[in-house]
């Protein structure tokens, strides 16, 4: 499975930004896909996931009303729509995704950066 991130860019605080995540390959054992997100210094953090199959959505508390994960699977591609950002929601954001034999991969990641 093939991931590739686009969408991220500057945004001023309070603004949107949406997120997509494209997967090519063996789409079809993909049974989650997350988004998670690292700024400098600090660990990757998990932010949301979404089960493919009937599009049950999870959220970290930080991101918890904010953002809105979402996929289309005729595209299979996973959305991150990011709303009143904060400056800190900066950082690269990766998505994820599970495959049915539980092996997982990780696209290269784009760059969201959130002037205040």
């Known amino acids: 499975v093939q991931l590739v991130e686009s969408g991220g860019g500057l945004v001023q605080t309070g603004g949107s930004l949406t997120l997509s995540c494209t997967a090519s390959g063996s789409t079809l054992r993909i049974t989650t896909m997350d988004w998670y997100r690292q700024a400098p210094g600090i660990e990757r953090e998990w932010v949301a996931s979404?089960?493919?199959?009937?599009?049950?959505?999870r959220y970290a508390d930080s991101v918890k009303g904010r953002f809105s994960i979402s996929r289309d699977n005729a595209k299979n591609t996973m959305y991150l729509q990011m709303n009143s950002v904060k400056p800190e929601d900066t950082a690269v954001y990766y998505c994820n995704a599970l495959l049915d034999d539980l092996t997982d991969y990780w696209g290269q990641g784009t760059q969201v950066t959130v002037s205040s």
């Open positions: 979404i089960i493919i199959v009937d599009g049950t959505p």
